[in-house]
């Protein structure tokens, strides 16, 4: 992050709606992404400085950075967390940029799928209940429910604890119910965010290699940000940031 004397308000156009040419192959893209915190008066960061990045239905890019370089802001951008203080966003092909709080609810419920460092499973219910919970928020009927979390739970290979509490799982294992989870409602995009965080390099290997999986099996989306090179390196494509803006793009040939 950069940090700078704040610029004067007019020159922030905050909601500004601009002409943008897409790629109708594009599943993500983002046009001179912009974000700033005022922390004092007259001191401002800059989180994200002018991101403009074009990702394709179905590919799988991992965004790295060291702390501070604005890649967890980028994903809050994506992931329809927060509205961007200039720019747009663009998830298939709609801006989602300054959306209220109900359309972000619910393109969140039914575009994006998310994933966590930490799983954020709820420790009270099984691993069926864990993956049904999106579902059961978004109105799917019961059995559209038990035929997704089945078939989710299956492809992640954990049919056999289906009934099992995040307690009596490995770490890989949770993180993999999460998997299952974040696919449960059949989103446009997967966003995982260090999603090996909390896993030694052989089981974040393991995560890593199944969600390229299911990239390939179900042509799926999928957007990772993590801060360890090898994890990075098996993506299809490597974004490199450094104080709020991307400074290399690697093809890695996954």
Partial sequence: ??????????????????????????????????????????IEIRALNGVTIDIKTGEFVSVMGPS???????????????NPTDGAV?????????????QRTNLRLKEIGFIFQF?????????????????IFAGRTKQVIEKNVNKFLDLVGLSD??????????GGEQQRVAIARALSNEPSILIADEPTGELDTKMGT?????????????????????????????????????????????ITNK
């Fill in 161 to 170: 604890k289906k009934d099992h509490l995040p307690s009596e799982l490995s």
């Fill in 206 to 250: 393991e995560i890593v290699n199944l969600l390229r999986e299911l990239n390939l099996e179900l042509n799926q989306t999928i957007l990772m940000v993590t801060h360890d090179p090898q994890v990075g390196n098996l993506a299809e494509r490597m974004l490199k940031m450094r104080d709020g803006k991307i400074i290399e793009t690697v």
């Fill in 68 to 82: 501070g370089s604005g890649k967890t802001t980028l994903l809050n951008m994506i992931g329809a967390l927060d």
């Fill in 90 to 102: 663009y998830i298939n092909r709609t801006n989602i940029a300054h959306m209220d709080d109900k």
């Fill in 1 to 42: 992050m950069r940090i700078s004397k704040k610029r004067k308000e007019q020159d922030i156009a905050y909601y500004e709606v601009k002409d943008y040419e897409l790629d109708p192959d594009a599943m993500i893209e983002t046009f001179d992404l912009t974000k700033i915190y005022n922390i004092t008066e007259g």
């Fill in 119 to 135: 799983y954020n499973l709820v420790p009270v219910l099984t691993a069926f209940e864990n993956v049904e919970l999106p579902m």
